[in-house]
């Protein structure tokens, strides 16, 4: 069982990943720049459980609030930048903080021994977990509450007025703009959910790795980060899930059976996937159709 | 001083490798207005099929090698316009986004899969030639590079202002609908687009492999990522400004790297990045065509 | 009548050997992908391989006096933390009684740090489960936990040895440069830890030191800062890959130092590979050369099954020896009620060892869980690694 309870554990993280690159991208704007929120959120809350001997949860508080600055900051230049060429600026973000990350010191000592980040060595025993005794079940069902309440959370967004409005700005500005949103709002206001978002699951990813150095937070990170939205599905927050569970739970393990073919087919299933769902696994088809039957059952 | 004028010299004689790439991700996205991540992992695998002519045959001339890239080049490039942007409709850019990740993933896994991961020795031309030029020291194998990129951007320049298949290229990436009206065959053209840059992406990641000595699989992730910077800075879609983006980011982050060491260098060019998208946005050399 | 009798008799008689037929499954994991894809490979035909010879030698032996076979498994973690951890637990799902990997230190770190930290500490949740690494060098790892045991070969011990061992060879060389692969936790540690101590505690000064990262492609100014200092020696701290380009560059500018000190996990077939005429000569200390008996069946045992010895793989062939011997000393039952109780018997075992034998000769062990192998220098000659010098 504590094999699926890490499994749980991991779709959770994976799940607060992709939603904070969801949010994002119902504005238009695909940003690769939610692995360095993940970052940011992971050494801080990181430091404030190791080095400062806080609890977990207001440490992922901070953290959140942290990245969610952060996400702000960038947020405003990246209202200058348009389209895909907003990819390679929030790409170049990432990196940047990404290796600032692999420059930072920061180190005190406790005991005989010294704990903190050390550039690119990384930052070790993030112990907070173990230390205070949570079993596989009590990590995943701690993660799994923040999991719930981002889902709830954007999943009212949806059905507010603001929800309405992120999905307008994403399919056409101009006529957004014609019928008076603020664009600057928006968007700012999305980058900054979905930092803050990124910021709790980099926290979660900190503690229950136990280790965490530049490099678990690359390119590749935030291409997942991406991946799992538009994979997914921007119908519905449920798509980032089913896209997480198909990438992680059905590519990565379920295929180990698999052996040498599994890397192979990770990149041909994408590619096939895009081809034959270009609008994600739940598309607006998708969700209607799955609403039908939802509805048929209740009015018969 | 000395030191700071050959540290820019090395940049910059490297940064052409950096252009080569640059020329086919600009070239694309110019046409296609569509990213095509795969772009540099299709070059690398390019030059790696280049390598199965030395185990044909043994003592095989580096040029023979760099033909048969090239021609791999075209071969894949066709096949990631296939898989990616041939099926999948206009209107989801996201989708064609994902499945050019989607092909990269599987390039690396492929060559990872026959080389077991390991470096291979690649054939140069003229590595061990070193000019001078006063007090500094060039490398000769990338003035060649250098030369070859200038040549393709001549040859694209040339295909692209003075035949027909660029008259075609262009109005497409201008006004698609407006060009099938006109009888241009649109799914042609971009297959033909991705078959060119392909072609030199072939040679790019043969010349990148004849500088760096060896072909890894290390070389994907980087490559992607100078390519995509270069193609920002030179301005989207102008393959002089490639070339020129190029031989700056070569030049800049070397000079970074002399002034502040290795670690911090990379975190200073997306910065260059950065400041280049807010102030520039439109690169170098802005395209003339600007509609979206 | 009698030929019915006679059937029955003999499906009994099968059935009751088939009851006998045991087995004690031991999983591997590590990197199968991206650029360490060879590390993976390497190990899994080595584990292969080596549960072959002791299948066919009978097998292990249980408390009860039966025999077991060793079934062996290999899991790809891709050199990814998170999946290095799913991994681990995936194979504490399953009746696998210890596991050896992983490749690479990164995961390692990660690994270890979800491990129960103290064995009998009730409060601390961690898995309890045996992990016996093959590969994973980075100095200090096997204290993170009790249940993390390494067999990886002791850097300060085998640099302090060729740096003593070079100073005392070649009195008239006074100065060690140093080339570091920053980004990469191994690498970086050798140097700045390792070797630039254990130069300079061989009365050896350090001249300098060039930096660059894993992936680097252009190193030009670093080669002309070595060029500058004009060292003695210069050591390179870095993986095969850039590694090659440095001593590539280094041809190029002239820069012929007279003597180049390399990297542990850099004395195998990926270097000779990619660079073999610029590495000519390079010295590197290693836990494994195919210089006897033991060490040349073991690696034609491991080529059988499509994999290189080296010494990362053959110490995923000394790990199943060792469990062999742990497992019959501590006698499990192989029964797979007892699964937990197996496995902290093996733990247990693996704790209280003091020393093993290798294939080069006998391995000592820490309290840490540490281990302190036999190891010699080998040299780049022609598209080989030549033993050099043989302390042993």
Redo the contacts between chains.
Sequence with gaps: MDFYFGLAQLVGVHTLLGLSAYIVLLTGQVSLAQAGFFAVGAYTAGMLTVLAGWHLVPALGIGAIVSAATACAVGFPALRVKGLMLVIATLAFGEAVRLFFFNFDYQIAKGDIKVGPLGGEGFRQIRFFPENGWGTLEVMLFMWVFVLLVMALLWWFDRSRYGTALRAVGEDEVAAQAVGINLTAIKVSAMTVGGAIAGIGGGLYAHYTTHIEHSSFNILVATFALAYPIVGGLQSVFGTLIAVIFVQAFLIEGLRELGDWRNLLFGALIVLAMNLRPNGILDARALAALKRAFTRGRNA | ML?FL??VS??VL?GA?YALIGIGFTLV?GVM???NLAYAAASVGGAYAGLLVLGVMAGAPPWLVFLCAFAAGGVLGYLVYL??FH???LG????????T??????????I??FT??????YPAMF??V?LRAGEL?L?GDLLLVFGIAVLCMVGLLLLLYRTRLGLATRAVSQQSVAAQLCGIRVGLVNAMTFVITGLLGGIAGAL?GA????L????T??LT?KG??V??IGG?GSIPGAIIAGLLV?GFE?VF??FR????R??YV??L??VF??FR?GGLFESKDDH? | MKKLALAVTLAFAASGALAQDKTIKITGFGAKSGVVRSFGVNSEAAMLAAADVINKQGGIKLADGSKARIEVEFLDDRCNAEEGISVIRRIASTDALVAIGPTCSNVAEPLFGILQKKVGDAGDSGLQFPVFTDVAIKVGLAKISEWAFRNVPNEMTMYNSVFYWLHQKYPNLKTVYGGVEEDFAHSRATWHVVMKDRAQASGFSIAGESKWLLADTNFATQVREMKKANADIIAISAHPFSTCGVLREMQRQGVKPKLLVGLTSSSSLETLQGCAKQAQGIIIPTSFAPVNKEARFAAEETAKKKGAADLHSMAAWENMFILKQVMEAEKISGAKANLQADRRKIRDGLAKLATTQGLLGVTKRDAEGEADKPYLFVQAKGNDWVVLHNPL
Aim: glycine share 8%; hydrophobic share 50%.
């Design positions: 030191d050959q540290a090395d940049g490297f490798t996205f207005h569509k990213l898989s990616c099926f999948i409709p989801s850019p996201l989708a064609t986004l994902m499945a990740v989607g092909m990269l993933l599987l390039i690396d896994e492929v990872v899969h077991n991961g390991m470096p291979l020795a590595d061990d070193m020291t490398r990148i500088s760096v000595g060896a890894s699989p290390l070389l992730t980087p990522v995509l910077i193609t920002v989207l070569g070397n790297q002399l060491g290795v670690t911090e990379d975190l997306m910065l990045l950065f998208l807010v946005p979206h």
